[in-house]
Structure formats: structure tokens, C-alpha cells
């Protein structure tokens, strides 16, 4: 997880060409037009890896003088977490730079990310952010859908191990895929959450900012100009929108997300013929895609249209009846559907896919939470 503002999904695919940020569409503000170049004039300084001089001190003082590589690793990780040390914990909204994360002691996974990378590097440890695929989940917003990005770090340790930090377990667990990315695309990706965060409080002027800052960082990266077409689709810019999707799927024309909201956008303007396509070929894309029969069980657990979801949900299962969260979910439906006996049969189920002692914690939860239906 990770963020307050969720992130359209990556799905990787090859670049026909290579955008720039004079490609971006300018906003319209008050009828007054504000192009990319213009935006970067307001100058965003930060710098996620920035030190201040008593984190130099806090490294120089306990964290340097370890001669040990793996001790040393182990020892920012410990103070990091460590009420009496540093001690960060994790906050969803907590998009910082690693000095936000360090005086704050809040941090989402890129703030966390940010805050070892830092101090790591100052350390002399060779700290890497480390992309993490996720498997999808059913969250979503503003009648899109939404998959989490989610970042860590891995620090090179002595004979060719590797430590990973990681602020959300739990998502790192739940990986499909892992893979070691430069500090551009970390950082597009901090000042993507930044936009989002500022979309989220109508601040259109602050948003738009980041996001140029966060594609003029990684112009390649398809989800920024996803979220690009969002931003714009929330301005009324329905042609900014557009071209924003396109180019997403220019990017990557396998993209679901950029395909969706795209047939979203040209739905909200009465042009169903054009979304009709799109939504045909995305359909298809999914026919054999278990999560996109769990995104549609949610969507009608929405409306508790729990037959429907129900259905859905046990297509999924078919297809991946490994997955726990989808067991996790027909026993959520069920028992939403007052169908209490079928709920613990669907609970025998759940507890014979879990593997772990998170998994079994999670079924454990929903028993709890539905507790009083099961009691007589």
C-alpha cells in the first residue's frame, strides 16, 4: 500500500516512442492557460535524499563506525524503526522526503523508501529503491479503478546477499513481481503521489506542478500519464484527458487502466461508440484474468448485489483458487448475504489455501467481524 491516493496500475510493455514533458497538455485555469514549461517556473526544490545535519550527525555518530556490512544494514533498519531511536512508523498519507520521514517519524513505503536510501548511502551501503508489483486488490475511486504501487529498498550485504526494508510487509508479501529501479523513477513516483495528494484537495494548480515535475523525472512511465488524464478528466479538459490516455497507451498499448479510463472518459461525454471498443478489447484482456473477475465481484458488492458478486467471485476462484483475498472476500459476501452456513463452508476453504500465519489471521479477522451473525 500504501498511499492515501491510490495509483493507477503498471503493466509493463515496451515503448513505441519516448514522450516528453513538452508533450503534456497545458491546464486550464479561470480561462487562462498554464503550459508545462510555465509550471516549472514555480520551481518544486525538493530533494527526496536530502540529508540534514543531524541525520549526518545520527549516522556519523551510530550507524558508519559498524565495520560489518550486514551489521551496519541491520543496524539502520533496527533505528529506524525504533521508538527510542528514530523509530518511523507508517502513515498511508505520509508522502515525504527522507528529512520529512526522519522528523516527522511518519512515512508511507516512498517516504520510508526515501528516508533508508539516504541515510544508507550516506552510510557508505548500497541502497537501491526496488519497484514491487502487487497483486491487485478491489480499491477504488471516483468510479475508476485503482491498484497500489509499492516501493522498498534493497541494500547490497557481504557475499552476495541482500537485506530488503521494507516500512508494509504485508504488501511486499503479497508480490508478483520485484524489480531494482533507478532514483528517477522513485522520485517521478514520490512527486506522482504529491500530484494525487493535491488532486485530492482540488488543488489543480499544485498537482499538475508535480505531476510535470514527476514525467519530466520519467517520461516513460506509463501510469504517469494515466494519472496525467485523470488530472485533466477531473478539469473538464476532455482533449487533454485524451491525449494523456493515449499517449499512456502508446507507452504501453496493452494497458487495461489506460484503456478503461479512457472508455470512462469518453462515456461521460456521450460517446459511447468510441468507449465501446475499448471496453470490448479490455473485456477480452480479462476473460482469462482472475482479478479482473475479482474487480467486478467488488464492484457489485458495491451495489449488494451479492448473487452477482458472488458469481464473479467464484470465476476468480476458479481461475486462481490459490488467491486468499478472494477466498477472503466470498466469505465477506456471503455473510452479507445472510448466507451464514455457506460463509463458514467458504471459511474451510479460505483456511485450506492460507500458507502463512498472516493469511490465517485474515480469516481469522472476518470471523471476528461477523461474529455476532454466527453466534445464535
Do not use: W
Given at each position: 500500500m500504501t498511499w492515501i491516493v491510490l495509483l493507477v496500475a503498471i503493466i509493463s510493455g515496451c515503448a513505441q516512442y519516448s514522450p516528453k514533458v513538452s508533450d503534456i497538455s497545458p491546464l486550464l485555469i479561470d480561462g487562462k492557460e498554464i503550459t508545462a514549461t510555465q509550471s516549472k517556473t514555480l520551481t518544486i526544490t525538493e530533494d527526496p535524499l536530502a540529508l540534514s545535519d543531524e541525520m549526518r550527525r545520527f549516522v556519523d555518530r551510530y550507524i558508519a563506525p559498524i565495520h560489518d556490512k550486514s551489521a551496519r544494514i541491520t543496524a539502520l533498519n533496527n533505528a529506524l524503526f525504533?521508538?527510542?531511536?528514530i523509530g518511523i512508523e507508517y502513515d498511508?498519507?505520509?508522502?515525504?522526503?527522507?528529512?520529512?520521514?526522519?522528523?516527522s517519524?511518519?512515512?508511507?513505503?516512498?517516504?520510508?523508501?526515501?528516508?533508508?536510501?539516504?541515510?544508507?548511502?550516506?552510510?557508505?551501503?548500497?541502497?537501491?529503491?526496488?519497484?514491487?508489483?502487487?497483486?491487485?486488490?478491489w480499491e477504488r475511486g471516483d468510479g475508476l479503478l485503482y491498484v497500489p504501487l509499492h516501493i522498498n529498498v534493497v541494500t547490497k550485504a557481504k557475499l552476495g546477499s541482500s537485506f530488503v526494508a521494507d516500512i508494509d510487509k504485508?504488501?511486499?508479501?503479497?508480490?508478483s513481481s520485484k524489480t531494482i529501479i533507478k532514483d528517477n523513477e522513485a522520485h517521478a513516483q514520490y512527486f506522482n503521489n504529491l500530484a494525487m495528494d493535491a488532486l485530492a484537495l482540488d488543488d489543480i494548480k499544485t498537482s499538475y506542478s508535480y505531476m510535470v515535475k514527476g514525467i519530466e523525472l520519467a517520461p516513460d512511465l506509463e501510469f504517469l500519464w494515466s494519472n496525467l488524464g485523470y488530472l485533466f478528466r477531473r478539469n473538464d479538459q476532455f482533449e487533454a484527458a485524451k491525449?494523456?490516455?493515449?499517449?499512456a497507451l502508446a507507452l504501453d498499448s496493452g494497458s487495461r487502466n489506460a484503456m478503461k479510463n479512457l472508455a470512462i472518459l469518453y462515456q461521460s461525454h456521450?460517446?459511447?461508440?468510441?468507449?465501446e471498443p475499448l471496453l470490448g478489447k479490455v473485456e477480452r484482456l480479462n476473460r482469462d484474468n482472475p482479478y479482473g473477475y475479482a474487480n467486478k465481484a467488488f464492484e457489485f458488492a458495491i451495489n449488494a448485489d451479492w448473487p452477482d458478486a458472488l458469481k464473479s467471485i467464484?470465476?476468480?476462484?476458479?481461475?486462481?483458487?490459490?488467491?486468499?483475498?478472494?477466498?477472503?472476500?466470498k466469505m465477506k459476501y456471503l455473510f452479507e448475504a445472510g448466507e451464514?452456513?455457506?460463509?463458514?463452508?467458504?471459511?474451510?476453504?479460505?483456511?485450506?489455501?492460507?500458507?502463512n500465519r498472516r493469511q490465517t489471521a485474515s480469516i481469522k479477522g472476518v470471523i471476528r467481524q461477523y461474529a455476532e451473525l454466527i453466534e445464535p
Open positions: 525504533n521508538r527510542s531511536l498511508l498519507a505520509a508522502t515525504t522526503t527522507a528529512i520529512g520521514a526522519y522528523n517519524g511518519r512515512a508511507n513505503c516512498v517516504g520510508f523508501a526515501n528516508v533508508f536510501v539516504a541515510m544508507g548511502r550516506y552510510a557508505g551501503l548500497d541502497s537501491k529503491y526496488q519497484q514491487v508489483r502487487v497483486k491487485p486488490n504485508q504488501r511486499y508479501v503479497r508480490a491525449s494523456s490516455y493515449l499517449t456521450d460517446r459511447d461508440i468510441d468507449a467464484d470465476k476468480a476462484l476458479k481461475l486462481k483458487p490459490e488467491e486468499i483475498e478472494f477466498h477472503l472476500a451464514i452456513s455457506k460463509a463458514l463452508v467458504a471459511r474451510r476453504a479460505a483456511d485450506k489455501a492460507a500458507v
